[in-house]
Nanobody, 122 residues
């Protein structure tokens, strides 16, 4: 699976951004999808994940209630809607694919996108 993330940018605190991840190469609906982020000097951390069908999602406590993950299997895309952004959300955001089941552990993912930078100013 090839993954292409897009939609990052520079925004002020309180603003919204929508990240997209376009998949190609395999049957997209066979993969659980996750979003992760990595801030400078920090380890990659789990943001949220969505099941193969899109019927189930889970989120890190730090983003719960502000971020929403959705997917469109007909368009091979997964999106991360980010609202009420905070400066601590500043990071490179990555989408990842894992065959069949989603997980919150980065090492369990099979494929990764190249990342898109989100910068939130105070």
């Amino acid at each position: 699976v090839q993954l292409q993330a897009s939609g990052g940018g520079l925004v002020q605190a309180g603003a919204s951004l929508r990240l997209s991840c376009l998949a190609s190469g395999r049957t997209f609906s066979n993969y659980g999808m996750g979003w992760f982020r990595q801030a400078p000097g920090k380890e990659r951390e789990f943001v949220g994940a969505i099941s193969r069908t899109g019927g189930s999602t889970n989120y890190a406590d730090s983003v719960k209630g502000r971020f929403t993950i959705s997917r469109d299997n007909a368009k091979n895309t997964v999106t991360l809607q980010m609202n009420s952004l905070k400066p601590e959300d500043t990071a490179v955001y990555y989408c990842a694919a894992r065959f069949w089941f989603r997980t919150d552990t980065p090492n369990n993912y099979d494929y990764w996108g190249q990342g898109t930078l989100v910068t939130v100013s105070s």
